[in-house]
């Protein structure tokens, strides 16, 4: 069965960097367009970013010039570097299989990224 386990997250202060990565197994990762989203309280949950089996990378504005996101087909993992944060980034973050129609069909457990000012 498709599962996506999420490590890293924690607590930073502002201007601080942290590095998410997401571990998938069950089916095969090197087709799969993988994203990023987070949910802060309160708010709608937002895509942070994708990365397609091209390669190719997509960012939402609000993080552009400061998260990077990867993949690494042989390990089957996706990463989220996290540079400069701010604390409107603090949200919890999902690690996200996107399927032929670039939807989410498959989420990981979601961590906690805690930004301080």
């Known amino acids: 069965q498709v599962q996506l386990v999420q490590f890293g997250g924690g607590l930073v202060q502002a201007g601080g960097s942290l590095r998410l990565s997401c571990a998938a197994s069950g089916y095969i990762f090197s087709i799969y367009s993988m994203s990023w989203y987070r949910q802060a309280p309160g708010k709608q949950r937002e895509l942070v970013a994708t990365v397609n089996s091209g390669f190719t990378t997509t960012y939402a504005d609000s993080v552009k010039g400061r998260f990077t996101i990867s993949r690494d087909n042989a390990k089957k993992t996706v990463t989220l570097q996290m540079n400069s944060l701010k604390p409107e980034d603090t949200a919890v973050y999902y690690c996200?299989?996107?399927?032929?129609?670039?939807?989410?069909?498959?989420w990981g457990q979601g961590t906690q990224v805690t930004v301080s000012s």
């Open positions: 996200v299989r996107l399927n032929g129609v670039r939807s989410p069909d498959f």
